[in-house]
Nanobody
Framework: QVQLVESGGGLVQPGGSLRLSCTASGTMFDTYAMGWYRQAPGKQREFVAHIISGGITNYADSVKGRFTISRDNAKKTVYLQMSSLKPEDTATYYC???????WGQGTQVTVSS
């Protein structure tokens, strides 16, 4: 049984930074691509960033240059470093084990003054 547990969300002012973490249990973490997605109230869940097992990354245009995805295979953890946050980044952020289709429970990020 795979479990993904996110942490690191919270309230931050515009222009601030947060780092989200997602730790996996029960699987060969290093063989899977990992992704971050987000869902704002009343909107569809959308792609934010992916990282494959070899470290190649891909980002949504809306976060490119502001967000950085990384992974530590020894810790079975994927990170999302978010900088220059904007109010429109407010959403629940979910991590996903791509290919295995497992999702975490989500962590809320609110960007507001």
């Amino acid at each position: 049984q795979v479990q993904l547990v996110e942490s690191g969300g919270g309230l931050v002012q515009p222009g601030g930074s947060l780092r989200l973490s997602c730790t996996a249990s029960g699987t060969m973490f290093d063989t899977y691509a990992m992704g971050w997605y987000r869902q704002a109230p009343g909107k569809q869940r959308e792609f934010v960033a992916h990282i494959i097992s070899g470290g190649i990354t891909n980002y949504a245009d809306s976060v490119k240059g502001r967000f950085t995805i990384s992974r530590d295979n020894a810790k079975k953890t994927v990170y999302l470093q978010m900088s220059s946050l904007k109010p429109e980044d407010t959403a629940t952020y979910y991590c996903k084990m791509v290919g295995a289709n497992y999702w975490g429970q989500g962590t809320q990020v609110t960007v507001s003054s």
